[in-house]
């Protein structure tokens, strides 16, 4: 438009008319923007728990799985040997020296790091501790890897040892001293942050733990997943047991020969 001008150059409209034109269509463009922000924050308000529901339940399926292929490796290494692993294998001098999750490995895939450990060490020793850094996915539960190092050596899944449980400490337990029932009888379950490495000789003690799901102190059975955690049964089984769970039917859970019965769980 040329100074003095009445009408604008491009449009031939008063100047007037022009700069009410260029408010209106400014207005109308930021009221466009703002309604489409709008929805698009709301879309994501609805969206986003179900995204994460799904994260969670993805995770949690994982979690389930994991524990079903180590109740496979378990009941394998009972079909070669006529017994489940014992929970540690002591030294010369009666000291836990190496645990049941090194045993299993050539039984999830992992025959070239169980050739890697030594036997004739303890599980800390010189030649072991360079395999301390090694990961074997299936002993983490994916969520506990998305809350703290992604891929973390500490293992989320352990056994409950004490002489009336599965795991009778060194003594390895055989299936058909399972009086209590496979079905009803605890082999693993979930740990969150246990801060046990995967080759250590270190689990729950029947005689430590909390016998509740998720207790808000102490060590017991808990997870990262809400409302309960995974435990994997003598018949191989994985089941979900929820907070609620009295401390009854997980006492009763854990021993294999009390002739007590958890009840529905």
């Known amino acids: 438009m040329e100074p003095g ?3 604008c150059l491009s449009c031939g409209e008063p100047r007037a008319t022009a700069a009410k034109s ?3 269509w400014y207005q109308l463009n ?3 923007l703002l309604v489409i922000f709008a929805i698009i924050s709301l879309l994501i308000a609805l969206l986003l728990p179900a995204v994460q529901r799904s994260s969670s339940g993805g995770r949690r399926e994982q979690c389930k799985n994991n524990l079903k292929q180590l109740g496979l490796a378990l009941h394998a290494y009972h079909e070669k040997y006529g017994s489940f692993p014992p929970a540690y294998f002591v030294d010369a001098h009666g000291n836990p020296a190496h645990s049941w999750r090194v045993l299993i490995l050539p039984f ?3 025959q070239d790091l169980y050739d890697q450990y030594r036997f004739d060490e303890p599980w800390n020793g010189p030649n072991n501790s360079r395999l301390a850094e090694k990961i074997v996915p299936l002993f983490n539960c994916p969520g506990a890897r998305d809350k703290a190092i992604p891929r973390s050596t500490m293992t989320s899944y352990v056994a409950v040892i004490g002489p009336a449980t599965a795991w009778p400490g060194e003594r390895s337990a055989r299936l058909d001293e399972i009086d209590d029932g496979s079905s009803e009888t605890l082999l693993l379950v979930e740990a969150a942050n246990s801060g046990i490495h995967w080759m250590e000789p270190r689990d ?3 005689l430590q733990m909390v016998q509740t799901i998720n207790a808000k102190s102490g060590q017991g059975i808990s997870s990262v997943h809400i409302g309960g955690a ?3 049964l003598c018949d191989g089984a994985v ?3 929820t907070e609620n769970l009295s401390a009854d039917s997980v006492r009763a859970l854990l021993t294999r020969s009390a002739g007590d019965s958890p009840g529905e769980f």
Do not use: N, P, Y
Request: no cysteine.
């Open 5 to 7: 001008a009445k009408h």
């Open 22 to 24: 260029a408010r209106k």
């Open 30 to 32: 930021l009221l466009e």
């Open 108 to 110: 999830i895939d992992q």
């Open 204 to 206: 729950l003690s029947v």
């Open 230 to 232: 995974h435990v994997l």
């Open 239 to 241: 089941r979900f047991m």
